[in-house]
């Protein structure tokens, strides 16, 4: 079975065909992967293989594996995911990193704010790691807040979390949030409009569009944020945003021109400045 499922993948192009057909083949078995290794010499039960076979269609479909599992790990925490949000992603955590490191009196109170919430990862994980914090996440997608909800209430943070539906192109929308916050992070949608369709087939084709398309040029989310930042930011405190490749220098000087002071870019793990902060 795992053969087969490796060969099927691998004619559609996917990569890591090995692991993702153990994957599929857990997920259809209902074992995880090490008691599928552990019980490799047992015989199968038959009665997987329809299951097998759907889940492995939809992978061929090149659905995200996160969608299909259901699952993605972020900062060692599990989450919640379906097509409603964006799948959580590595280069994320460097927002977690730098947020970590303005924040670094982990007892204090402190008022965090996260636009374009998805599933959640950024303002639940920054919940773990504050115990006093308190948290409001705005999301223009009702789907996506419940899964973000779900997951406030399978990791223990619900009590000190506001999820809040609403569209920050509406005027007067930060007047809602009942600011101001000592940390405003957001992961927005970055991507230029005419660029989606160029992403792999698993972004371009299953993530939502909202949680991509930023505009003509990719900045739109930002050129929003930080035009209120100075109103729901405490003096000191930081606005933290997620950039894509190459635009970090664009957003430092939009932050700049909106009264913000922009702080060196912290760098993800492949070295592409990925998260750009500035202080009130
Ligand atoms: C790139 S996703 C980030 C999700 C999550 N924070 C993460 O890092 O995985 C951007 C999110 O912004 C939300 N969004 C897009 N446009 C919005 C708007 N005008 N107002 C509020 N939220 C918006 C999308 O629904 C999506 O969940």
Partial sequence: MLRDTAVALATAGIDNVRFEARLLLAKASGLSVEELVSRGSDPAPESIVPALRSLTARRL???????????????????????????????????????LSLLADRTRAWRLLDLGLGS????????????????????????????????????????????????????????????????????????????????????????????????????????????????????GGHLLVEAGEGQAIEIASIFLSSGLIPLPPWKDLGGIERVVAARH
């Fill in 61 to 99: 479909k090149r659905e995200p594996m996160a969608y299909i599992l259901g699952e993605r790990e972020f900062w060692g925490l599990p989450f919640k995911v379906t097509p409603a949000v964006l799948v959580p992603r590595p280069d994320s955590e460097t927002v977690i990193e730098a947020a």
């Fill in 120 to 235: 959640g990862c950024l303002l639940l994980t920054l919940l773990k790691e504050l115990p006093q914090a308190q948290g409001i996440g705005l999301d223009i997608s009702g789907a996506a807040l419940e899964i973000a909800r779900t997951n406030a209430v399978s990791l223990g943070v619900a009590g000190r979390a506001t999820l809040i539906e609403g569209d920050w192109r509406r005027p007067g929308w930060e007047g809602q949030l009942g600011g101001p916050f000592d940390l405003v992070v957001s992961n927005p949608p970055y991507i230029a409009t005419d660029e989606i369709s160029r992403l792999m087939p698993e972004v371009a084709r299953h993530e939502p569009r909202q949680a991509l398309d930023g505009g003509p040029d990719g900045l739109g989310a930002y050129r929003i944020i930080a035009a209120v930042g100075r109103r729901l930011i405490v003096p």
